[in-house]
């Protein structure tokens, strides 16, 4: 389980108020998100602090959109400000049916940085295990079914 160091130093002062550095740090992750034959990335908080400067690095190239993305060069994933306490920032990375057959990587480890409050820094590397979706059935979008808004206009 992917796990912040929580600071062992004691109580300081900042800014002229004491400070308890042995409080909880943030506990940031990023985690792939499978919904009805869908990949999605998430950056989430699940802590109740807020994190800053977060940023993520993959191991490997992610490329999703039917190929025409590179989704892990975005820049929700090289530098995030702020990251308030249980928020998530979702995107979509892919079909799995095309993430498959275009043979990108299942096994992806992912590295997360980030800042607490008081400016000190904490990693967390996550490895996932994309297989594990391959075989699953989901309800696929009938082929006969017409979009209800075929196109915007003005």
């Known amino acids: 389980?992917?796990?912040?160091?929580?600071?062992?130093r004691s109580d300081?002062?900042?800014?002229?108020?004491?400070?308890d550095r042995t409080a909880k740090a943030p506990d940031v992750?990023?985690?792939?998100?499978?919904?009805?034959?869908?990949?999605f990335i998430a950056v989430r908080n699940i802590s109740d602090r807020?994190?800053?400067?977060?940023?993520?690095?993959?191991?490997?190239?992610?490329?999703?959109?039917g190929g025409a993305k590179e989704i892990s060069?975005?820049?929700?994933?090289?530098?995030i400000e702020f990251l308030a306490p249980g928020k998530e920032i979702l995107t979509l990375l892919d079909s799995s049916d095309s993430y498959f057959a275009r043979q990108q990587p299942t096994k992806v480890e992912v590295q997360i940085s980030y800042l607490d409050y008081l400016g000190?820094?904490?990693?967390?590397?996550i490895l996932h295990d994309?297989?594990?979706?391959?075989?699953l059935p989901f309800i696929g979008k009938p082929k006969d079914v017409t979009p209800i808004i075929d196109e915007v206009t003005d």
Do not use: C, W
């Open 130 to 135: 994309l297989e594990i979706y391959r075989d």
């Open 12 to 19: 300081s002062q900042k800014d002229g108020k004491q400070v």
């Open 120 to 125: 000190d820094k904490h990693k967390v590397s």
């Open 1 to 8: 389980m992917a796990q912040s160091k929580p600071s062992t």
């Open 29 to 39: 992750i990023v985690d792939f998100v499978f919904d009805n034959g869908l990949f």
């Open 50 to 65: 807020p994190a800053y400067r977060v940023s993520t690095r993959f191991d490997h190239k992610i490329v999703g959109l």
């Open 73 to 79: 060069s975005l820049p929700l994933f090289h530098n």
